[in-house]
DNA sequence: TCAATAGTGTCTGTTAGACATTATGGA
DNA sequence: TCCATAATGTCTAACAGACACTATTGA
């Protein structure tokens, strides 16, 4: 499944037969190749470019057709830039707004547990980051974040966290956008590493 | 991969063949099974109980044969509590402490990646819950916990996150083991589901 | 001068962890 | 009485979010 940032909303890349429902782009392996060098051919082939970031999800068993073959679906989460996701899709694939995919019920739950897999991977991995040009300002990682989590963050928190985790390092570039004060330019150089979170935490239950 | 918790720490179930290293038990999958029954059937054929929780880790693309016909490990994680797993275990299956499982680089790989699926997984389902019986005590359940992470925990802050996420209430029996204050026994009665946690969190880049 | 955006200082509520204290039974 | 364990109250540092304010540009 490919995810994309395309005009301030997150898509995802769909096949659309001509008729019937719209599902996720799949492939069965060829010979030679591992999982995660199928799934990257995948995404080249189906959205014209590599993704920024790869990772697996789960492996889905189907219908077994006969005793001692398995058919086993593995399905792969990715982000593709916004300048690379404008290059030619294949014939019936399109990006469509994660809100509006019109995917039926097995594909829909995969959707839901790709974007909970990258929203967590979001503070463990530089997924954002590989969305970006390689230099930008804080203002647009900002916009990034809320983009791919889905939920606006608060302006004072998102800095002083990306301070504290030293993430980024300013250049001495300034951007000036349109009306306001320009923007600093900043490029990705994470230097530390934060100790894992403390103590132990009791969210939700999934009964 | 089966995890039990065994004379005070967490104990792993391997295949120890008369020569060669020891690794995790395997099935190749009848047909008509779906994914998570032939992981539990498993489960039950080397240790003798079926797991009180179980979770899907990651499908491993192994060496292809040939064109067409892709061969795919997935792996499994659960647990079994301890009076289950004192049961006829497989043989030539035993149970090991996960500190000296002696596996080989790749089965190696997987016990830790099943340990930190495990130990995020803690905070969302029941996981220590099912490795005790329906009454305990809240210093037992601390222990599971600290077992099952590896590491120990503040008392008073174990018992403010568990009223804070109202996973237990009291029964009015008490429990008296050797020397101090009896202590009042539990059971597990999930009420409410904690919000979300706020903000964003930029912890460990894996690069 | 006004509007819009960048960037920062301060305050407050929450919470994890440290520490201390009380409670209660067995040896 | 002493000791071990349960259970809880209080303090503090860290931190997220709210709010307000300054800075700097284009219209």
């Known amino acids: 499944m490919l995810l994309a940032p395309r005009e301030g909303a997150l898509h995802v890349l769909v096949d659309k037969p001509l008729r019937g429902s719209a599902h996720l782009p799949w492939v069965s392996p060829r010979g030679g190749e591992t999982l995660p060098t199928s799934a990257r051919l995948l995404a080249r082939r189906t959205a014209g470019a590599e993704p920024g970031w790869m990772e697996q999800l789960q492996a889905f068993g189907d219908q077994l057709k006969h005793p001692g ?14 300048p690379a996701a404008d290059g030619r899709t294949a014939r019936g694939a399109a990006w469509v707004p994660v809100a509006h995919a019109g995917l039926a019920g097995r594909h829909a739950a995969i959707l839901e547990s790709a974007l909970d897999t990258m929203r967590v991977r979001l503070d463990h991995a530089p997924v954002a980051f590989k969305l970006l040009p390689p230099t930008f300002t804080l203002s ?27 993430l980024v390092e300013p250049t001495d570039e300034w951007r000036s956008e349109g009306r306001g004060r320009p923007a600093q330019l900043y490029r990705f150089a994470p230097r530390k590493r934060r100790q894992s979170r403390r103590g132990v935490r009791f969210d939700v239950l999934g009964h």
Chains 1, 2 share one sequence.
Not at 140 to 166: D, N, P
């Open 69 to 82: 073959s398995a058919s086993v679906s593995v399905a792969y989460v990715g982000v593709i830039s916004a």
């Open 140 to 166: 647009e990682l900002q916009r990034m974040y809320e983009l791919l989590l889905g939920w606006t963050l608060h302006k004072a928190s998102f800095r002083r966290s990306l301070q504290a985790a030293y």
